[in-house]
């Protein structure tokens, strides 16, 4: 007698996986669903038609002025031939090559960190936290090492933009990360500073905090002292945003079990020790989607130093539409900005995301 050999698993039927099982089981699983994805496609189509017919087939790209337009189609002109004003602003033209510099240095940086299998990963996080900032200032604002002096004034467009954003993100992280930590202190006068600073923070809108920044703090330096305009706005965004990221980091504080910290004292490990070797590093990599959140938060509010008197990008493209020479062409410099942000928020959106599945170490 033959000893009983099981047959082999026969695979799913090809309609129930794959792209056409999801589509069966989300958008076709009924006649009401049918009909509302047909016409929601129906829709998408004519949009995207249009689109492609206003924005790529008819649209004109290249020119000195608006003559140049002259198919019907989308004027992009109008972003063409002033990307050098839309990405230094009123940056001296003679030396952008300085602005080149500093955006060519960080990319390489971000580059070198972002990929897996990159050597001296430490050295170079070291050189971008602590020596980059003070090559990147000297090189933008110049009166040093024979540098020509350009007044922040002049900084705009996505180059102030991008400033901005950086200063906020990598500065707000680590103040969040103690006030968090402040805030679950054991100590009360430091919890009550803390939990303080943190809700008045998180109670005030951000417009406010940089009117309060670009008006009332001048008024409490000593006569003759003068700080300057973008500085205070960056104080003004770091305080404001550190207050948010402080919760973020709370909560991801409080999602570690309570045996991990019971674990590290029973060590005999100190309270900084445990929570740089312990706690934060399993409570980072429950937070990596707020702080992410935050980030494109603080990335999108940059726009919001407008009201004192600072063009970052949409500003410029906004003062640009006041041009006599340009008027009328708005949804083109408006869609020009959102897609530049878009772009920003999408790549910090996947890397996190691609972060998230790296990092992940048993907790799905």
Known sequence: MSAFK??????????????????????FNGPVNSVLTLFALYLMYLALDWFITWGLINADWFGESREACTSGGACWVF???????????FYPEDLIWRVDIVFALFAACLIWLMVDRSPAKGWVAAFTLFLFPFIAYFLLRGDAFGLESVDTHKWGGLMLTLII???????SLPIGILLALGRRSDMPFIRSVCIVYIEFWRGVPLITVLFMASVMLPLFMSEGVEFDKLARAMIGVVMFQSAYMAEVVRGGLQAIPKGQYEAAQALGLSYWKMMGLIILPQALKLMIPGIVNTFIALFKDTSLVLIIGLFDLLAIVQSAL???????YSVEGYLFVGFVFW????????????LERKLNTGHR
């Open 6 to 27: 099981p047959l082999p698993d026969l695979p799913p039927p090809a309609n129930t996986v794959g792209p056409i099982g999801w589509a069966r089981s989300n958008l």
């Open 343 to 354: 772009a920003f928020c999408f790549g910090m959106s996947r890397y996190s995301m691609r």
């Open 322 to 328: 006041n041009d006599p020479k340009w008027l009328g």
């Open 79 to 89: 972003v063409t031939a002033r990307i050098t004003q839309f990405t230094y602003g």
């Open 165 to 171: 954003a950086v200063v906020g993100i990598v500065a």
